[in-house]
């Protein structure tokens, strides 16, 4: 059982940028691919990034958004910049075992998720 907790959430105008974290407890994060995902209301929850070996991205973030994990302390982490309102969702941390994948339904651990509100 992995548990997962995100941190890094806010209000932040267009442009802006925020760094989410997640934090899974157990010991062997490194064996996980570790995602994000986010649903903004009304709608499906949408892929944004993994990072197992290699980093992947939704085509509407890449080169705005940065993937990266920190095994010693068991955490991902979602750099976003150059935010738009259109960003606006929660954003929940996910993991499953290898390969990395961008369907939701193939994770395992979810975190509770964590509110990025971007203004016009």
């Known amino acids: 059982q992995v548990q997962l907790v995100e941190s890094g959430g806010g209000l932040v105008q267009a442009g802006g940028s925020l760094r989410l974290s997640c934090v899974a407890s157990?010991?062997?994060?490194?064996?996980?691919?570790m995602g994000w995902f986010r649903q903004a209301p009304g709608k499906e929850r949408e892929f944004v990034a993994a990072?197992?070996?290699?980093?992947h991205y939704s085509g509407s973030v890449k080169g705005r958004f940065t993937i990266s994990r920190d095994n010693a302390k068991n955490t991902v982490y979602l750099q976003m910049n150059v935010l738009k309102p259109e960003d606006t969702a929660v954003y929940y941390c996910?993991?499953?075992?290898?390969?990395?994948?961008?369907?939701?339904?193939?994770?395992?651990?979810w975190g509770q998720g964590t509110q990025v509100t971007v203004s016009s």
């Open positions: 996910a993991a499953k075992y290898w390969p990395a994948d961008q369907d939701a339904s193939r994770y395992l651990y």
């Open positions: 157990g010991r062997t994060f490194s064996s996980y691919v």
């Open positions: 990072i197992s070996g290699l980093t």
